[in-house]
């Protein structure tokens, strides 16, 4: 041609970036196993991870770490290039591998904004933590009292430490670091739902580990500053109190035999109406001397409230004889009805 004289020799000054063979499958270093690996991910399990993309020949095109949070997603259901879908299967909880992607598998002969087409990929990644959709709180006991007879329930009032992480060890928040317990009303709805499920059937001075995945936790959002959207969370807890709350459907209950005329003692003035302070006042000298038991873990006060409206029928602020009924004989009325 042109610029190419005939019979010339030529020199080609050449640097090999990279080349694959279109049967090449992935290839997977690892870098760093965990000696404890109690599970292996799966087709359908949620991994979050952290990694660092660059091309064969070093260069950087991009990373988890800039943007400091993890990269999360489903594996084997094809969200991912199909390379690293393959790459995420099999992998522990801090395990680190190094996955090296062929461009049929990557981003083919297209490429994608800083990967060139048929660029060979390759991925170093760390997994943080995976779970999957279909898994529930995973409990171990780490000690049991030898006198371990009375467990917790749905409606006790409960004091623990606690400390909280990651799988991957970092510490999320510790009660031991504030001072004081953290104190709940069991299956009430004060805790995330994983919780609730991780303290039942406890005893005073039982030591456990409740591992909650995301969906019994705090889900894909997280908490803002605290708690990374699709953690899988670890709490090592130890029950420290426990008080034995009421029946359910119960906030208030009489510890002894009912006094037949329970309107006529409430209501001190004989005026044959009841006001919220007459029945507060009555509730309260009953509890104090023993006789009665209130829901515990609540406050006094909403929930005379709550009992003295619901005895208040017609909603004037006054409880009258005919509206006043405990809570067997209301059951007793609508089964006669059914």
């Keep these: 041609g042109k610029e190419i004289p005939g019979q010339a020799s030529l020199v080609f000054d050449?640097?090999?970036?990279?080349?694959?063979?279109?049967?090449?499958?992935?290839?997977?270093?690892?870098?760093?196993?965990?000696?404890?690996?109690e599970r292996r991910s799966q087709t359908g399990d949620?991994?979050?991870?952290?990694?660092?993309?660059?091309?064969?020949?070093?260069?950087?095109?991009?990373?988890?770490?800039?943007?400091?949070?993890?990269?999360?997603?489903?594996?084997?259901?094809?969200y991912v290039i199909a390379g690293m879908d393959e790459g995420l299967l099999g992998v522990c909880t801090g395990e680190k591998r190094r996955i090296i992607i062929p461009p049929h598998l990557g981003y083919g002969e297209e490429g994608r904004g800083k990967i060139p087409g048929s660029a060979v990929?390759?991925?170093?990644?760390?997994?943080?933590?995976?779970?999957?959709?279909?898994?529930?709180?995973?409990?171990?006991?780490?000690?049991?009292?030898?006198?371990?007879?009375?467990?917790?329930?749905k409606g006790d009032y409960l004091k623990y430490h606690y400390n909280a992480s990651l799988l991957d060890g970092t510490?999320?928040?510790?009660t031991h670091s504030l001072g004081k317990t953290y104190n709940i009303v069991l299956g009430s709805g004060q805790v995330v739902v994983g919780m609730d499920m991780g303290l039942q059937d406890m005893c005073v001075g039982e030591r456990r580990t409740v591992v909650i995945p995301p969906h019994l936790g705090y889900g894909e959002d997280g908490v803002e500053g605290e708690v990374p959207g699709s953690a899988v969370l670890v709490f090592d807890?130890?029950?420290?109190?426990?008080?034995?709350?009421?029946?359910?459907?119960?906030?208030?209950?009489?510890?002894?035999?009912?006094?037949?005329?329970?309107?006529?003692?409430?209501?001190?003035?004989?005026?044959?109406?009841?006001?919220l302070e007459e029945f507060s006042e009555y509730i309260r000298s009953q509890v104090d001397s023993g006789k009665g038991k209130l829901a515990p873990g609540f406050d006094f006060e909403k929930i005379v409230k709550n009992m003295f409206t619901n005895q208040d029928r017609d909603g004037n602020g006054k409880v009258t004889a005919e509206e006043f009924k405990l809570k067997d004989q209301e059951a007793k009325e609508e089964h006669d009805e059914l």
Excluded: A
């Excluded at 109190?241 to 035999?257: A, D, I, R, T």
């Design 14 to 37: 050449v640097v090999l970036l990279d080349l694959h063979n279109p049967k090449d499958g992935i290839t997977i270093e690892n870098q760093h196993v965990p000696e404890s690996c």
């Design 46 to 78: 949620f991994l979050r991870y952290h990694y660092n993309g660059t091309l064969l020949d070093g260069t950087l095109f991009d990373s988890s770490y800039s943007r400091n949070r993890t990269y999360d997603t489903y594996v084997g259901k094809g």
């Design 121 to 153: 990929l390759v991925f170093d990644i760390h997994v943080v933590d995976f779970h999957n959709p279909s898994d529930s709180v995973s409990i171990t006991v780490n000690y049991k009292p030898s006198n371990c007879t009375v467990l917790s329930k």
């Design 171 to 174: 510490l999320l928040d510790s």
């Design 237 to 275: 807890i130890e029950l420290l109190e426990l008080v034995s709350g009421l029946p359910e459907g119960y906030m208030f209950v009489w510890n002894g035999e009912v006094s037949p005329n329970l309107f006529e003692e409430i209501d001190q003035n004989h005026d044959g109406e009841v006001l």
